[in-house]
């Protein structure tokens, strides 16, 4: 048997590989940083081998409660993903699976890998009405791509859409993959309306370099992303440097910043409750964006979530909060699931790349139902 991760996302340590049924590993930190839970590995030569694989530092991770009811996510060939038996004793994470195949791979969420990045912003690009183009380079040299969709003028509402400040949220770049997907439909009515009235400017995926590290949180200087808004620096978070320069340049009336979380096994909204001038307009708006969506898709809900700011107490260093005070604007974190939908459960699945797709499609009809009040 062996084990690999030389490949984007990779991320794993081997422990002990000398029986099929007690194969021992260790998830790695982040890059320069303290975080750790993603794990992305290739397990080759237990085919018809009965497996138990145990990451005997799952309890040690950033985010341990993330191992209940969690199943990690298995694939033969990297496109369809499916979830295999998974428990936690609070120390060990245990995997248990029977391959059918001689290679397969494991991982915390199904990847999003950096070669799909650069096909859908290429292949959007394609569409008169999508430009591509970049915002500035990471610490490692690579471009932040950003889509334009729709034709500017000042008097359309202008909608920015960030996703992955935080690599290992996968499920975020999917969510953004349906979502560009729906906007260059040009059969779709709603897409066309939206985008009489809106321009869109988004950033697939705003740590190039976390996500090809493996990191969960992190990107190149281990520094995180979300909590950079406040003072970005060129030298530790150009990411979010070159970004706030962009919204400076053309305005921001609706922020969607694009997450998963760990813990809670529902999709839901962070919203500004503690930014100064909440209440009134914000608060309005806020509160019809998340009636609207709950209204027109099942598997998004209100009644689990983080707890709300207290007035005057959100930190503005998170980027859907920062954006809102900055700009005057609605600023929204959409959270995904890393485990499973609990009010739609899917037991071979759960939460999926899929469904992740279907909820970034579905948001272009919230939009249009709300964006009226986008002033």
């Not at 009636?291 to 930190?315: L, R």
Request: charged share 25%; proline share 5%.
């Amino acid at each position: 048997m062996k084990i690999s991760t030389n490949f984007d996302s990779g991320n794993i340590e081997v422990v002990s590989l000398n029986s099929h049924d007690n194969i021992q590993l260790r998830i790695r930190k982040d890059t320069q940083s303290e975080f750790l839970q993603w794990f992305h590995f290739r397990l080759i030569g237990a085919q018809g081998y009965p497996c138990t694989i145990k990451i005997i530092n799952a309890g040690e991770t950033s985010y341990p409660e993330g191992w209940q009811n969690y199943y990690a996510c298995a694939s033969y060939d990297r496109n369809s993903w499916f979830r295999v038996p998974t428990t936690f004793n609070g120390k060990e994470l245990t995997i248990e699976l029977t391959p059918n195949e001689n290679s397969i791979y494991l991982a915390y969420f199904p990847p999003y890998s950096y070669e799909r990045h650069l096909d859908l912003v290429s292949t959007a690009q394609s569409e008169d009405i999508c430009v591509l183009d970049t915002l500035g380079q990471t610490l490692e040299g690579r471009e932040i791509d950003f889509l334009t969709l729709g034709e500017f003028s000042q008097e359309k509402r202008k909608i920015w859409v960030v996703a992955r400040q935080h690599p290992g949220e996968t499920m975020s770049e999917w969510f953004v993959e349906g979502l560009i997907h729906r906007l260059l439909d040009s059969d779709d009515p709603i897409s066309r309306r939206i985008l009489e009235k809106c321009v869109f400017y988004i950033v697939p995926n705003a740590n190039i370099d976390g996500s090809i590290h493996g990191n969960l949180r992190t990107n190149a200087a281990g520094i995180n992303l979300n909590r950079e808004w406040g003072n970005p620096s060129q030298m530790k978070s150009p990411e979010v440097f070159h970004i706030l320069k962009k919204m400076d340049e053309t305005g921001v009336d609706l922020f969607l910043d694009i997450h998963g979380d760990e813990a809670l096994p529902y999709c839901f909204i962070s919203g500004i409750e503690g930014i100064p001038n909440y209440p009134g307009r914000l608060q309005m708006l806020q509160e019809r964006f998340i009636e609207v969506w709950e209204a027109m898709n099942p598997d998004f809900q209100s009644k689990h979530g983080y707890p709300k700011n207290e007035p005057g107490k959100a930190n503005l260093n998170i980027g859907s909060k920062a954006v809102a005070n900055r700009y005057g604007c609605l600023g929204l974190t959409i959270e995904l699931p890393f485990k499973d939908n609990a009010n739609l459960p899917d037991r071979a699945f759960g939460w999926s790349p899929e469904r992740s797709i279907k909820m970034g499609e579905s948001v272009v009809a919230v939009l249009l139902q709300v964006y009226k009040g986008l002033r």
